[in-house]
């Protein structure tokens, strides 16, 4: 059984950093692309990025182009997401998705998500 | 950069046929994917490239034609009552698109 499990979810300064995990398991890691998506309060559904099944290729939203970066680590099974300079706008919870095959095929497994609030 | 619309909302009475659409530019050239969300859950495909994952009942399908790509869901239940997200890749940016959502309502 497919399993994600993200973490790392905290209450921070807008400017403040923090870094998400996502703990994989249940499937080849190394064989499939890898998403984080947020879901704003209230709001519907956003992608943030995305990264390759070897880590080579990796994709963001113009929104954070530059101040996220997505990385994983086959050795543990897991997926990061550094992000820096957090805005208030970013208070989200935070999902972790399996690509379907490579980052150009949709997300067929999710995460239950991790809650980020940037609020001074 | 490549834009998704859907209707905000749609309504549909047990047993009948709710039709979700979302329009994008030229979007029949393009592979649209779809997710259910019921409230407090995570996402989940219920069709892809159209068709369904395994699991998925068979009341969901997807068409996508012109400007208009459609989640058709035939004899709906309670259960569906959920928000539908439509979604593509824009090859052009390199970014994954989704649609602003629609909350179905099972009256």
């Known amino acids: 059984e497919v399993q994600l499990v993200e973490s790392g979810g905290d209450l921070l300064q807008p400017g403040g950093s923090l870094r998400l995990s996502c703990a994989t398991s249940?499937?080849?890691?190394?064989?499939?692309?890898m998403t984080w998506v947020r879901q704003s309060p209230g709001k519907g559904l956003e992608w943030v990025s995305s990264?390759?099944?070897?880590?080579?290729?990796?994709f963001y939203a113009d929104s954070v182009k530059g101040r996220f970066t997505i990385s994983r680590d086959k050795s543990k099974n897991t997926v990061y997401l550094q992000m820096n300079s957090l805005r208030a706008e970013e208070t989200a919870i935070y999902y972790c998705?399996?690509?379907?095959?490579?980052?150009?095929?949709?997300?067929?497994?999710w995460g239950q998500g991790t809650l980020i609030t940037v609020s001074p | 950069s490549y834009v998704l619309t859907q209707p905000p909302s749609v309504s549909v009475a047990p047993g009948k046929t709710a039709r979700i659409t979302c329009e994008g530019d030229?979007?029949?050239?393009?592979?649209v994917h779809w997710y259910q969300q019921k409230p407090g859950q995570a996402p989940v495909m219920v069709v892809y490239?159209?068709d369904r994952p395994s699991g998925i009942p068979d009341r969901f399908s997807g068409s996508n034609s012109g400007n208009t790509a459609t989640l058709t869901i035939t004899r709906v239940e309670a259960g569906d009552e959920a928000d539908y997200y439509c979604?593509?890749?824009?090859?052009?940016?390199?970014?994954?698109?989704f649609g602003g959502g629609t909350k179905m309502t099972v009256l």
């Open positions: 030229k979007i029949g050239s393009y592979s």
């Open positions: 490239y159209l």
């Open positions: 979604q593509v890749w824009d090859s052009g940016d390199d970014h994954w698109v």
């Open positions: 998705a399996k690509n379907h095959q490579g980052v150009q095929s949709p997300f067929d497994s």
């Open positions: 249940g499937f080849s890691f190394s064989g499939y692309g």
């Open positions: 990264i390759s099944e070897n880590g080579a290729d990796t």
